[in-house]
């Protein structure tokens, strides 16, 4: 069957046309017939209908589309502002970095006063104090930031919490400081007097030792070392104060003590007859030559025998 429209060949039982949509010539139809083929029309006839308008009808414009939208969702000056971000993580950081520099800083100086030092340790201690002002700055900076947008309650919590958490810090600090540099004052003094203990102690056995064996050569040495003498004295008794204090400290460095406290006490008679044989020889030296032997023989030579008594029954000072 041909079209009459298009002029293509439909099928017999077609009837629409397939290419155009053209209804096809009508055939015999019964009363059913009729209303089916009255459906057929009325479906072509409105999608033609339907194609027609859909092609004449303008594409909606982008100022269309927006102005729809704005219709549906709002219109921006009844849509909520964006609340600004406040700078909470920078304020906490800089107030962390404030508390940590300056109890460093106080520690420091702790440290350094009780050690009686002024070298790196005040050094360090004036650098980290110049952190911490900085940081101080720039958080009085973000705290006036954060006024301005009614945080005041905020704001003043964590200023208390602050100030809470810098006197820990400075408490802590200031103990440790305190208590290292206490330990660290006494170990470097036991150094020094150790030190100076030997240097005299050196120098009066030097002196003794190459003092030629007539009684004028020994009254003259006996004059040189009588300041050597006084110094020893007062560094053994320092010394002795100093390394019970140190083996109550340290109990675990009781056996070297116990040798070293032994030694001192030594070395403490060992003064003290040196000290008498001082005033022997400056008496001797005010009296004439016939009394010099006689003195010598009778108050001299028992000092030295008890100083030599003294080297054969106790353990020599360590050197």
């Not at 100076?196 to 007539?214: L, M, P, T, W, Y």
Request: net charge neutral; with cysteine; aromatic share 6%.
């Amino acid at each position: 069957m041909l079209c009459t429209e298009c002029g293509n060949e439909c099928l017999k039982t077609e009837r629409v046309c397939r290419f155009c949509g053209t209804l096809l010539s009508p055939q015999p139809r019964s009363e059913s017939g009729t209303e089916v083929s009255d459906s057929v029309t009325t479906f072509v006839q409105d999608t033609a209908t339907d194609s027609a308008s859909a092609a004449a009808a303008p594409a909606p414009s982008r100022p269309t589309l927006i102005a729809e939208i704005a219709n549906v969702v709002g219109s921006p000056q009844d849509m909520p502002t964006q609340v600004p971000s406040i700078p909470y993580a920078a304020l906490i950081g800089l107030l962390l970095i404030t508390v940590v520099c300056s109890s460093a800083a106080l520690f420091s100086f702790v440290l350094a006063s009780k050690m009686h030092s002024d070298g790196i340790l005040l050094l360090v201690a004036g650098q980290l104090t110049v952190g911490a002002l900085v940081a101080l700055l720039f958080s009085i900076k973000k705290c006036k930031q954060i006024n301005s947008t009614s945080e005041h309650n905020r704001i003043r919590s964590l200023t208390i919490a602050t100030v809470c958490i810098q006197v820990m810090f400075f408490g802590v600090g200031a103990g440790m400081g305190k208590r290292l540099g206490t330990r660290r004052a006494g170990y470097s003094a036991l150094v020094r007097d150790w030190a100076h203990f030997k240097e005299v102690g050196n120098r009066i056995s030097d002196r003794r030792n190459s003092v030629a064996q007539e009684i004028p050569a020994y009254l003259s040495m006996y004059h040189s070392i009588a300041a050597d003498v006084t110094d020893l004295q007062t560094t053994t008794a320092r010394l002795l104060e100093e390394e019970q204090h140190y083996l109550k400290a340290y109990p675990e460095y009781g056996p070297n003590a116990a040798k070293e406290i032994n030694a001192l006490r030594t070395t403490q008679q060992r003064v003290a007859l040196l000290q008498q044989q001082i005033l022997v020889a400056a008496k001797i030296s005010s009296e004439n030559e016939q009394n010099r032997a006689l003195i010598w023989l009778n108050e001299m030579v028992p000092v030295q025998k008890q100083e030599d008594a003294l080297d054969r029954g106790t353990t020599p000072v360590p050197k």
